[in-house]
């Protein structure tokens, strides 16, 4: 992420590059510190995407 922040990280012409480990329960605590001293270092946003179970509930199971 480091290389790809100093590479492509450019806001003033509209090109953001954030951190987003996507189903955080499923990232280790060492990729999620990792992230957070990223974002720290380089004052990043993180996102990250949570779901919920009955939402998902809504679109059934699969078979």
């Known amino acids: 992420m480091k290389s790809a922040i100093d ?9 953001n590059i954030l951190l987003a480990p996507t189903g955080i329960q499923l990232c280790s605590d060492a ?3 990792g992230c957070i001293e ?3 270092r ?3 946003f993180i996102i ?3 779901h919920r ?3 998902l509930a809504n679109f059934g199971t699969p078979d």
């Not at 590479?7 to 090109?15: L, M």
Request: hydrophobic letters at 35%; glycine letters at 4%.
């Open 42 to 44: 380089f004052n990043q």
């Open 53 to 55: 179970s009955d939402r």
């Open 7 to 15: 590479q492509f990280h450019c806001p003033e012409v509209g090109i």
């Open 31 to 33: 990729l999620f510190q």
């Open 38 to 40: 990223l974002s720290d």
């Open 48 to 50: 990250t995407a949570t």
